[in-house]
């Protein structure tokens, strides 16, 4: 079973970074476009940076010059180094991928399916 899993969140001062980090593991064929996404309370959740497999990036403007999304596809992994942040990046964070499984018992590639990570808090306060 693929999984996501997020880290990194927390609470931190304006001005201040985070680095959120997302591992895939599981039985994993080859892994897409990987994503940051977040919801703010009251608020449609709402694309803040891409990656494709390569290194074509996209980012909201609200981020730009801010935010940098990477990824490490050695270990399944996408980051999201968030610099001078404001009080309107506070939100839940959830990573997202693009993802197509390996069904060992048939030895098989299985379809590509979008997987979420169970999100994580980012607040920025004084």
């Known amino acids: 079973q693929v999984q996501l899993v997020e880290s990194g969140g927390g609470l931190v001062q304006p001005g201040g970074s985070l680095r959120l980090s997302c591992a895939a593991s599981?039985?994993?064929?080859?892994?897409?476009?990987m994503g940051w996404y977040r919801q703010a309370p009251g608020k449609e959740r709402e694309l803040v940076a891409a990656i494709t497999s390569g290194t074509t990036t996209n980012y909201a403007d609200s981020v730009k010059g801010r935010f940098t999304i990477s990824r490490d596809n050695a270990k399944n992994t996408v980051y999201l180094q968030m610099d001078s942040l404001k009080p309107e990046d506070t939100a839940v964070y959830y990573c997202?991928?693009?993802?197509?499984?390996?069904?060992?018992?048939?030895?098989?590639?299985?379809?590509?399916?979008?997987?979420w990570g169970q999100g994580t808090q980012v607040t920025v306060s004084s």
């Open positions: 599981g039985s994993i064929f080859s892994i897409k476009a």
């Open positions: 997202n991928a693009d993802i197509t499984g390996w069904d060992v018992t048939n030895w098989r590639k299985f379809g590509t399916e979008k997987y």
